[in-house]
């Protein structure tokens, strides 16, 4: 019984302790249609390949320290998209942090299906935040991520990001080994290029807006796109 007390008394003690540092977030954004590392997600409108529909994309996320846990999700309006992801952060500073992320947006078999010919892909990325300069690369190590033979593709990508100024950024993304499922590729491919302008539209004296534009080509692909989209 002893054992019992000492074991809840620190079992309070240690959730106290991580609520008095912890934060927990979440909010949404509606975007225009949903385009990601420059490649469409949602691609089933009036038989269009580069047209979406608006997509909702919730996130929840808790913070104790440099440790973060969240999960981040897209949906279509006409529901043609559904993306359910999880992902673990670790800020090593203010400017570097390690990502490991769970995506799945195929949804072919249950989500708790982690086995073989699982629909989760898994990616790890570091990334470095400046003032003004950005460097993320991300590879996928695992998972439905595969070549043609079944072997795992490891698709990798690397985007850098220049703020130009307070309300504006350029990037530029490739993919760097061929990756027929996720980002269409043979090889080395220029996917996303772009500029993203975003601002605060004053509503009230106490509230705000947060919307951004983002207008990018997939030079790899041929296409075009201009995304919209708002923060709440």
């Known amino acids: 019984m002893k054992k019992v007390k000492v074991l809840a008394i620190c079992t309070i003690a240690l959730f106290s302790t991580l609520s008095a540092h912890a934060q927990f977030a979440t909010g949404a954004d509606i975007v225009s249609s949903y385009v990601w590392r420059g490649v469409p997600q949602d691609r089933s409108v009036a038989g269009n390949p580069t047209l979406g529909s608006p997509n909702i994309q919730p996130y929840v996320s808790f913070t104790t320290g440099g440790f973060t846990v969240g999960s981040w999700a897209s949906s279509s309006f ?26 799945n947006w195929g949804f072919s078999k249950s989500y708790f299906n982690y086995g073989t010919g699982t629909d989760h892909i898994y990616e790890a990325t570091l990334a470095y935040t400046g003032a003004a300069f950005s460097v993320s690369a991300n590879t996928m190590f695992a998972g439905a991520d595969k070549l043609a033979n079944g072997n795992n593709a490891f698709s990798s990508y ?12 350029v990037f530029l993304g490739a993919s760097l080994f061929e990756s027929p499922s996720v980002y269409a590729t043979t090889g080395f ?21 947060p919307v951004y534009g983002i207008l990018g080509a997939n030079p790899y692909s041929g ?7 708002i923060t709440l």
């Open 158 to 169: 690397v985007e850098l990001g220049y703020q130009v100024s307070p309300i504006a950024k």
């Open 78 to 103: 006409l529901g043609n998209v559904k993306e359910v992801d999880l992902y673990a952060t670790y800020a090593f500073s203010s400017a570097l942090a390690l990502t490991v992320s769970d995506y």
């Open 189 to 209: 491919g220029v996917t996303n290029l772009g500029l993203k302008i975003s601002k605060s539209i004053a509503i009230t004296d106490k509230f705000s807006l």
């Open 223 to 229: 296409n075009a796109f201009f995304v919209a989209g």
